[in-house]
């Protein structure tokens, strides 16, 4: 499987962009799909995970309320929809795949995407 991730952009503080991760292959009910994120200078951090079965989400602190996690199943799909962006959350996406959406490490997950850069301008 690789993982295929896009919509990143520049955008204002305040404002909204939708990312999404394709699967080449299948993503199967007993994985999980992840977002983690990369600031310059900073250590890659954990920032939702979805369990693909059920839908079952975890969100860091510092993104819940604002962020939202899905997935479609049939396009083996999935989406990181964030809202009320600030400039803290300027860094590079990247999607992954694991098998336990409650593991916040990226030790946890297998398969990584490219990653797709987001700035958020003050």
């Known amino acids: 499987v690789q993982l295929q991730a896009s919509g990143g952009g520049l955008v204002q503080a305040g404002g909204s962009l939708r990312l999404s991760c394709a699967a080449s292959?299948?993503?199967?009910?007993?994985?999980?799909m992840a977002w983690f994120r990369q600031a310059p200078g900073e250590e890659r951090e954990f920032v939702s995970s979805?369990?693909?079965?059920?839908?079952?989400?975890k969100y860091a602190d510092s993104v819940k309320a604002r962020f939202s996690i899905s997935r479609n199943k049939a396009e083996n799909t999935l989406y990181l929809q964030m809202n009320s962006l600030k400039p803290e959350d300027t860094a590079v996406y990247y999607c992954?795949?694991?098998?336990?959406?409650?593991?916040?490490?990226?030790?946890?997950?297998?398969?990584w995407g490219q990653g797709t850069l987001v700035t958020v301008s003050s």
């Open positions: 979805i369990a693909w079965g059920d839908g079952r989400t």
């Open positions: 992954a795949r694991g098998r336990d959406y409650v593991c916040y490490a990226d030790a946890c997950y297998t398969i």
């Open positions: 292959g299948r993503i199967f009910s007993s994985h999980s």
